[in-house]
């Protein structure tokens, strides 16, 4: 926020996190694996900024927003890369064809079938 880094120290802030951070979203998307191997029996599984309006403003971010008209650009893009790698990573750990996943994806819902 104006140049400098705001660290998060919990889901109100006061910081958020570099969406547009190569090492964020493989850190995030490890941590939605995770949540969802400890509790596959879940349809939902959140990704969300923290509840303030003090976004990345970094070049990259920046970027995106501005190209998508809205500070919500960043936050689509990085929920839509960790939908397609969870996709991608789970699509063969599924054991049966009863289990569904549900992914919000640009508030769209999609379904992965074994």
């Known amino acids: 926020m104006d ?13 958020q996190l ?4 190569p090492d964020v ?6 941590n939605v694996l995770s949540r969802i191997r400890s509790d596959p029996g879940q349809l939902c599984y959140g990704v969300s ?3 303030n309006c003090n976004y990345c403003e970094c070049e990259k971010c920046s970027a995106v927003d501005a190209e998508e008209e809205s500070t919500a650009g960043t936050m689509v893009r990085f929920v839509n ?3 397609e790698a969870v996709e991608m990573i789970l699509r063969g750990e599924i054991p049966d064809g009863k ?7 640009a508030k769209l819902w999609m379904e992965m079938r074994a």
């Open 81 to 83: 890369a960790i939908a």
């Open 49 to 51: 900024q923290n509840d």
């Open 99 to 105: 289990t569904q996943l549900g992914i919000l994806r």
């Open 3 to 15: 140049g400098k880094r705001i660290p998060c120290n919990d889901a109100v802030g006061p910081g």
């Open 18 to 21: 570099c969406l547009t951070n």
């Open 25 to 30: 979203l493989k850190l995030v998307t490890s």
